[in-house]
């Protein structure tokens, strides 16, 4: 399934990113965001600022670094490894597939944040897939009972993320999209990684009984 999915979002970023290169995707883009400006309230404006908040870099990078201690001192070194490798690699093919592309963010309205870099795809979306993606899988493997409750959870979170992007008006739709599917990439690689280390290891160790 992992593989499958995997698959499903190269394909898809594929697509957009082909469609954004020849800059047809503008009329599109512009439609969804206008529609979203007709939704802005003050109270609005605080609720996504906070959410936007949860998808900053740093913010991110920080709960990975708390995460990851803990994960070593409970001896889950393969874990907190993974869990680097994950966040510090989105964040940097982020910045790589940002540069190539070198789109501009918009300008439809006066922005209430500010802003840097390019626009495409959204690193927000992208990173923010990424990590709290693969800290729900963390929690998943230990509690199994809870899982589709994680799951669920952690879907939204990044869904409401993205979107605050585009409240925000800080992101075009395909950006975020694109986000999604990169990031679902990166975190597949990771995840099956790390199974696939766990099972080499696990082998390893019977062999050595054995």
């Not at 999915?5 to 883009?29: H, K």
């Not at 609005?44 to 998808?55: K, N, Q, V």
């Not at 790589?96 to 870099?117: E, M, S, T």
């Not at 009972?145 to 395909?174: D, E, K, M, N, Q």
């Amino acid at each position: 399934m992992g593989l499958l999915l995997s698959a499903l979002a190269v394909w898809v970023f594929a697509q957009i990113a082909d469609e954004v290169l020849e800059q047809e995707t503008q009329t599109f883009d512009q439609s969804i965001l206008l529609a979203i400006r007709q939704m802005h309230t003050p109270i609005g404006d605080r609720i996504m600022l906070g959410i936007t908040f949860l998808g900053e870099p740093v913010f991110l990078l920080l709960i990975c670094l708390g995460i990851g201690i803990r994960l070593l001192y409970y001896h889950r070194r393969s874990q907190a490894t993974t869990l680097g490798i994950a966040a510090v690699g989105a964040i940097g093919l982020n910045y790589l597939i940002k540069v190539l592309f070198g789109r501009a963010r918009p300008q439809l309205w006066n922005r209430i944040v500010d802003v840097g870099q390019y626009s495409f795809p959204c690193g927000h979306a992208m990173i923010s897939l990424v990590i709290y993606g693969f800290i729900g899988y963390l929690i998943a493997k230990q509690y199994p009972r809870w899982r589709a409750w994680i799951f669920t959870l952690t879907i939204i979170l990044i869904i409401a993320i993205g979107f605050s992007r585009l409240y925000l008006g800080v992101h075009w739709p395909t950006d975020v999209i694109a986000g999604y599917a990169a990031g679902i990439v990166w975190l597949m690689t990771c995840i099956l990684s790390l199974e696939t280390w766990r099972i080499y290891r696990t082998s390893g160790r019977h062999s050595q009984s054995d």
